[in-house]
């Protein structure tokens, strides 16, 4: 079992080109598990006039709406794709999003008796904003918790790159095993600092604040131009970059005009891929204000190149920062984010240090440490189904008319049985009327 070759299907509704942490993290999952002789079939939506590399990648019909530009939204019927789907023997099911491809996974998986997996992302309620014009922001943000919970309760093992996600799921009710794997990063290519400068054309005694992300009204972009206004007025040498594009885009630039410091500001725009890493190179300091994230995946990737990071607590972004060590973590105050700032480049010596911890923080959140977590719960997750298939696997814990709400279960036979509460039949059972088979 330990060595034996894996079949596994991933839904996602991002994945390259879209440029995300969510499709940088299946990228490099997806990359590694085949590096070590797994087969893993992705299942996404299609992307006008994107051709795939991957032969194993299926793109579903798609559209993009207004609501989500940049992001096409898959749409049924998917027939043909199931049948795609039913070619292969697949030993499980990994999905990346709770939503419409992630409900396909779930539904295949069901139908299928396999097992599945499904990675905990992003802090979906965060993004209710974007429906405003729909139904109230509070009603969104309630339906967002509540499928949450329906959703990663009725998975077999959940994934979650940070400690801070963990505890929003099960502040959710979400009582699924939950393991927490940072999402790794690939080495930092060999690319030296002065050479990616030359070809960025910065000027040697410019000193570049970088930030890489899309420009969204979620990532707290008003922080980070307030505090570029204030260390602009204490160093003239300072610079702000911006790596990304997003519907914000018109709104920041408005700031930027606005506080004074649209001539030493720069939107760079969408950048492939391929092509970030010499921004990172380039770049004196990473900055990030974004409080929605559960993994900062940016944070690591500049840190690999030796970048020192801020950013603002809250989320898990701040998660790979050792404050003081690497980086720093700050209040959501520009104040605050600028004096700090001004402190890394007022010394230099500070400045050395944390670079060169910051490389070394790199270093120990690789994709094959990642790969081999992810794998280890794979091989957890299929064991714990074949024994399921052989003594039940579902209890009835209540019935509300024609509602009716299930709880895994597992009872290896060297373990009490216990039910999705944790409570064990041993004990009088559970609270919730859990019925044990």
């Not at 480049?345 to 500070?350: A, I, Q, S, V």
Request: overall charge positive; hydrophobic content about 40%; charged content about 20%.
């Amino acid at each position: 079992m330990e060595n034996e070759r894996l079949r596994v299907a991933i839904f996602t509704d991002s994945a390259l080109p879209i440029l995300n942490g969510v499709s940088v993290s299946v990228d490099a999952l997806v990359a590694e598990l085949r590096n070590e002789g797994h087969s893993v079939h992705v299942f996404t939506a299609h992307y006008p006039g994107y051709k795939d590399p991957d032969p194993n990648t299926y793109r579903f019909r798609a559209i993009e709406t207004p609501l989500a530009r940049g992001y096409p939204i898959s749409y049924p019927p998917f027939y043909r794709m199931l049948l795609k789907f039913r070619r292969h023997e697949f030993d499980l099911v990994h999905t990346h999003t709770p939503f419409l491809l992630g409900m396909v996974g779930f539904r295949w998986a069901e139908s299928h008796g396999l097992p599945i997996v499904s990675t905990y992302h992003t802090l979906y309620d965060r993004y209710a904003h974007y429906f405003k014009n729909l139904l109230p922001h509070r009603y969104i943000r309630f339906r967002i918790a509540k499928h949450t919970n329906f959703y990663y309760n009725r998975v077999d093992h959940v994934i979650t790159p940070t400690e801070a996600s963990m505890k929003w799921l099960r502040r959710h009710s979400v009582v699924s095993p939950v393991t927490v794997i940072p999402t790794g990063i690939p080495p930092a290519l060999m690319m030296s600092r002065a050479e990616a400068r030359q070809t960025l054309s910065i000027a040697p005694e410019l000193k570049v604040m970088l930030y890489v992300g899309r420009l969204a009204k979620e990532k707290n972009l008003g922080v980070l131009f307030e505090m570029a206004a204030k260390v602009f007025a204490e160093d003239r040498a300072l610079r702000l970059w911006l790596v990304g594009d997003g519907p914000f885009r018109d709104e920041c630039s408005a700031m930027a005009r606005r506080l004074g410091i649209g001539d030493r500001v720069r939107f760079v725009g969408f950048v492939p891929r391929a092509e970030v890493d010499r921004y990172y190179a380039a770049a004196d300091l990473f900055v990030f204000s974004s409080i929605t994230e559960t993994q900062g995946l940016v944070i690591q990737e500049a840190m690999s190149y030796g970048l020192p990071a801020i950013a603002v607590a809250g989320g898990g972004a701040s998660a790979s920062i050792l404050d003081g060590e690497n980086g720093f973590v700050v209040k959501n105050d520009p104040a605050d984010f600028a004096e700090t700032t001004l402190q890394v480049f007022g010394n230099d010596t500070l400045q050395a240090r944390l670079s060169e911890q910051a490389v070394r923080s790199a270093r120990s959140q690789g994709v094959p440490q990642m790969c081999a977590s992810v794998v280890s719960v794979y091989r957890h997750v299929i064991a714990c189904k074949s024994v399921e298939s052989k003594h039940g696997s579902y209890a009835e814990v209540y019935s509300k008319g024609n509602s009716r709400v299930f709880h895994r279960f597992v009872f290896p036979c060297d373990l009490p049985r216990v039910c999705g509460f944790g409570r064990s039949a041993a004990v009088g059972g559970c609270n919730h009327k859990c019925t044990f088979l």
